[in-house]
């Protein structure tokens, strides 16, 4: 889906067991097919996905251990014009007043530097679904892909992590009823100035964008009683700031861990405050798509093309962060950027070289990299004792590439 075609390698294609790549009109009008079945069927492969490359087994023997692992869930405006499409329509479009779009609800795991590891599901609507319209479906889908459908106490395992629209009784509730749990920011401003009147001792946040930051003794929150029974035990934070001419700002923060300490960053109290804004925001993974990955072209007007597009753009994101990780984590290249590794790291210069081993049915498949390269050399120097090597070249289907012995050097 690259915005510039680039010329067609048939010397390389083969070993995908492939005559050539496929055409961008073929991509396009497969994408401008699909259905609702299709989109089902897009999702399997995206699970599968994430079960082959063993992270949802890894997260799921981490819960089991009893560690909390933080899922967060944003939404986030896709703008677009259609005029005969329903699902187009006027909504909440950051910086974009009076635009028409989508709206796209994203459930994702975020690395300790602050950037998106994984994208985990995706719930897709018009542009004037709000994050409580599509929750539960994208819990639904959280509960299949770690496979807790009858294991609810480890629902508790799982902290949802959302933005400040994720912290109203509504929200609450839905999270409540899968049995999830949770640390959000509240959404109102009265709520948040009755917890911090509250607050009996601050901790000064010694951070550029930080302020005072302590433990509330209001538990019981307005309306919440509409959307959960039995009314659950909370943890109500506030938080207060000063901004320019003297006016002070306030908000709050929830969450139903007991042991909620076991969040915080660094074990003290300012670090629950550290521990939720290290969440990063769905839109770096925009940027990652857009920017990077040159998909800064519409995808077509029609719904299913368009979240089956965005499906296929989050296993490539989670691919990229995977090869980034497993390539140069551990070497002088590990804190390579995901612009840098798109455009320099995974574009290493090499020439792939075959010739057929004497008295025997193989051939010997070599991946020759450019030995000045540096990004070459970390990943020389990750892969020559491991098997990963082998995910570089994938053998082709015919009869002749099927027993192949392989081998990488500079």
């Not at 109203?168 to 959000?184: N, Q, V």
């Not at 100035?193 to 009996?200: L, Q, S, T």
């Not at 919440?224 to 934070?237: D, E, H, M, Y």
Request: net charge positive.
């Amino acid at each position: 889906m690259n915005k510039i075609l680039r010329e067609d390698n048939a010397e390389y294609s083969q070993y995908f067991g492939l005559q050539r790549w496929a055409d961008q009109s073929v991509i396009s009008d497969t994408f401008r097919a699909m259905t609702a079945d299709n989109i089902n069927q897009l999702e399997s492969v995206w699970k599968e996905s994430l079960e082959v490359a063993q992270i949802i087994g890894n997260l799921r023997r981490r819960i089991e251990a009893g560690e909390y692992i933080t899922i967060d869930i944003d939404l986030t405006g896709d703008v677009c014009k259609s005029r005969d499409d329903p699902t187009v329509t006027k909504g909440y479009f950051a910086g974009k007043k009076g635009k028409t779009g989508r709206q796209k609800a994203w459930a994702y795991i975020t690395d300790p530097h602050g950037m998106i590891q994984q994208l985990l599901a995706l719930e897709y609507g018009s542009g004037k679904m709000k994050l409580h319209h599509c929750l539960g479906s994208l819990l639904e889908k959280l509960i299949t892909l770690f496979g807790l459908e009858k294991d609810k106490d480890l629902r508790k395992r799982l902290v949802i992590r959302t933005d400040a629209a994720g912290g109203s009784p509504r929200i609450i509730g839905t999270l409540d009823k899968y049995g999830f749990s949770y640390f959000l920011k509240g959404y109102s401003y009265y709520v948040a100035r009755k917890v911090c009147e509250a607050v009996p001792e601050w901790h000064e946040i010694s951070d550029k964008d930080g302020g005072l930051f302590g433990i509330g003794s209001m538990s019981d929150l307005p309306n919440l009683g509409k959307f959960c029974n039995p009314i659950p035990q909370l943890t109500v934070f506030g938080f207060r700031q000063m901004k320019e001419g003297g006016k002070i700002e306030n908000s709050h923060y929830i969450t139903n861990v007991p042991d909620y300490m076991r969040l915080s960053v660094d074990g003290t109290i300012t670090g629950m405050w550290r521990y939720y804004h290290k969440r990063a925001s769905i839109e770096s993974s925009i940027k990652t798509e857009r920017n990077i990955l040159h998909t800064a072209h519409k995808r077509g007007r029609k719904f299913y093309a368009s979240w089956g597009y965005l499906i296929v753009a989050a296993m490539a994101y989670n691919l990229l962060y995977l090869l980034r990780d497993m390539f140069f984590s551990s070497t002088p290249e590990d804190d390579v950027g995901m612009k840098d590794f798109v455009r320099d790291a995974i574009n290493i210069p090499c020439h792939i070289e075959t010739k057929k081993v004497r008295g025997k049915a193989e051939r010997q498949v070599s991946l020759v990299l450019d030995k000045t390269n540096r990004y070459a050399k970390a990943f020389f120097q990750k892969v020559k004792e491991k098997s990963i090597g082998q995910l570089l070249l994938p053998i082709s289907i015919h009869a002749q590439f099927q027993q192949s012995l392989f081998c990488l050097r500079l």
